[in-house]
């Protein structure tokens, strides 16, 4: 079982910044992946970053690669979203997901309630 809570969301204008945040708790056998994902009105989610625990490495949208960073600060049990030169396209509900494995391998997926980012032009 694993709580993610998300914040930093908010208004701010085209070329500007935001870091999002991702506390999370509870308990799991392996987490095996973190990632923020979006959601804009009309629109499915998607993946926006992601965050392979084994290793290290990352995964980004294509509209996401030069200017949105994620990372994490296992020791505050924190994944961060940061994201720059924001442009409207970015509006959307940001949520925070994990990948988990149980004992036998078995994988659970694992959401927080979204953050809104809104990016006026």
């Known amino acids: 079982q694993v709580q993610l809570v998300e914040s930093g969301g908010g208004l701010v204008q085209a070329g500007g910044s935001l870091r999002l945040s991702c506390a999370v708790s509870g308990s799991a056998f392996r987490l095996k992946a973190v990632g923020w994902y979006r959601q804009a009105p009309g629109k499915q989610r998607d993946l926006v970053a992601r965050?392979?625990?084994?290793?290290?490495?990352?995964d980004y949208a294509d509209s996401a690669k030069g200017r949105f960073t994620i990372s994490r600060d296992n020791a505050k049990n924190m994944v961060y979203l940061q994201m720059n030169s924001l442009n409207p396209e970015d509006t959307a509900v940001y949520l925070c997901?994990?990948?988990?494995?149980?004992?036998?391998?078995?994988?659970?997926?694992?959401w927080g309630q979204g953050t809104q980012v809104t990016v006026s032009s």
């Open positions: 997901n994990a990948l988990t494995a149980d004992r036998l391998g078995r994988e659970f997926n694992y």
């Open positions: 965050l392979i625990s084994d290793g290290g490495s990352t």
